[in-house]
């Protein structure tokens, strides 16, 4: 089989990069194969890029939000025709099961669908005046040319969430995918190509971050960067970017907890945090980290999970019996039996996985086992840092205080649960919990469309993605008054 050439593209074309290196993206799941060949971009090729998106600004802003959306909406039927194909691209590239990333497509669908129909209203507020005979009222106006970082975890959602938006509000962009996951981006923006998007609306460059990405967060005619990936990178592309006053949307880690209470459903609650431990490898930013249990239902708790992490058959995505794929690249792979040491080494008790798999054909990919911690103290680092795998922390606590005090006390703020049948527990966790999205009763991952969606402390900073703040964070407000007599 001829191995897939993806290419830059520039102001409606599909182009090689300046350098006419090429480099070899492979399936985490089988080393041996390799999945596509992608442009090792300059700084050059970025420029070029974002003097596309300059040039294709004006007549782009100038379309009415309703003839963007019907440009859109025709990316959108390319998008659910490619859907199976592109799900098999995301699961060789990222290493997801076939389930999890056809799951991943239809969320970006949701997504997409809600963003193009709010982007059609375009809320502005029209104020009475202190004066008479003064029509005072507020509009929103697009930023100009915006840069797009998206990550390798959700290639798709995560490009389409923000990329939609900035379209929608009249931005022209620039779309740089992680190199982990070059093809996918890439099936991202063939769907607006073959949707007849105007050339330069819509750019994508591939290449290494400190190159292609330097160029996207440094240049002055970027007027907004939204970025998904880890706090170190996000830390550094808000204070490049202070240098031209570009806007920044960062959603970088997360050390999530779940708070099990001892009057939670344990069945539920197990499930709940299986589900969002071990799904994608553990590769969710919101996935769950930390469990942190009431020290009357921890050996309950524990029990039932170690029943479940039994069963989770960890394999190659694209074989449908397979629960949990490989996690996603090598540097990904060390970090994680890295931190699994660092566990041992601090006595934490290691209960199950905690080994790289080579059996059965595995020592061709990047498997990790399903692993779980107990005995975790707060202090511990696996308790601290972000581990981006798929290893469960599970952490005993006397009451609703500490469990309170333990989830909050670490850098991150991006997500929580809490399992209890207590009422005021569950709002008062609510009220207390440090971070931008919670949960009672529900796994820490869960997100709707038509809600905002970000973090707070490390894990976040400028307006979330998503919902109504999705458009807010790509357009700007202008005020008008009008004297008419």
């Not at 670490?410 to 649960?417: A, C, D, I, P």
């Amino acid at each position: 089989m001829t191995t897939p050439v993806l290419r830059n593209y520039i102001g409606g074309e599909w182009v090689e990069s300046s350098t006419g290196q090429l480099q070899d993206q492979r399936n985490p799941a089988d080393l041996t194969e390799v999945t596509c060949r992608f442009q090792q971009s300059s700084r050059d090729d970025a420029g070029s890029a974002i003097d596309a998106a300059s040039a294709a600004l004006e007549p782009w802003s100038a379309m009415s939000a309703p003839r963007r959306a019907e440009c859109l909406t025709k990316a959108l039927a390319v998008l659910l025709r490619r859907k199976e194909e592109i799900a098999e691209i995301i699961t060789r590239e990222n290493g997801k099961t076939l389930k999890e990333s056809m799951a991943e497509i239809m969320s970006a669908i949701k997504e997409m669908d809600w963003q193009i129909a709010e982007g059609r209203r375009l809320y502005g507020e029209t104020i009475p005046s202190e004066h008479e005979g003064v029509f005072a009222y507020s509009v929103r106006q697009p930023l100009g040319v915006v840069s797009i970082i998206s990550p390798w975890n959700f290639p798709f959602n995560v490009a389409c969430r923000k990329c939609v938006p900035a379209l929608m509000g009249g931005n022209t962009v620039v779309l740089k995918p992680a190199s982990l996951t070059p093809r996918a981006g890439g099936c991202f923006v063939e769907a607006f190509a073959e949707a007849g998007l105007p050339a330069g609306a819509l750019n994508l460059v591939t290449g290494a971050g400190s190159v292609v990405g330097d160029e996207l967060v440094a240049n002055p005619k970027i007027r907004a960067i939204s970025f998904t990936g880890s706090t170190p990178v996000g830390m550094g592309i808000h204070k490049k970017a202070a240098d031209t006053l570009a806007r920044t949307q960062l959603e970088m880690g997360g050390k999530n907890p779940a708070v099990v209470l001892a009057d939670a459903d344990l069945d539920q609650a197990a499930d709940a945090v299986m589900q969002a431990a071990y799904a994608c490898a553990g590769q969710w930013c919101t996935s769950t980290s930390r469990a942190i249990v009431e020290a009357g239902v921890f050996d309950s708790f524990l029990h039932k999970v170690l029943e479940r992490v039994a069963k989770i058959r960890v394999g190659n995505g694209m074989d449908t019996s397979v629960t949990m794929g490989p996690v996603c690249g090598e540097q990904q792979l060390c970090d994680i039996l890295r931190h699994i040491e660092t566990g041992v080494k601090e006595h934490a008790k290691l209960v199950a996985g905690g080994r790289r798999m080579k059996d059965g054909g595995r020592d061709r990919g990047y498997f990790i086992e399903p692993t779980v911690f107990s005995e975790v103290t707060p202090q511990m680092t696996i308790a601290r840092e972000e581990i981006f795998g798929p290893v469960l922390a599970i952490i005993k606590v006397a009451d609703f205080s500490q469990a309170v005090t333990v989830a909050n006390d670490v850098t991150f703020g991006l997500s929580s649960s809490v399992f209890t049948s207590s009422l005021e527990k569950a709002l008062r966790f609510v009220e207390k919990t440090d971070v931008g999205l919670t949960h009672v009763n529900m796994h820490t991952a869960h997100k709707e469309p038509q809600l905002s969606f970000g973090g707070i402390k490390y894990s976040g900073v400028g307006l979330p993605e998503a919902g109504r703040t999705g458009i807010e964070f790509f357009t700007r407000h202008k005020v008008v008054y009008i004297k008419y007599r």
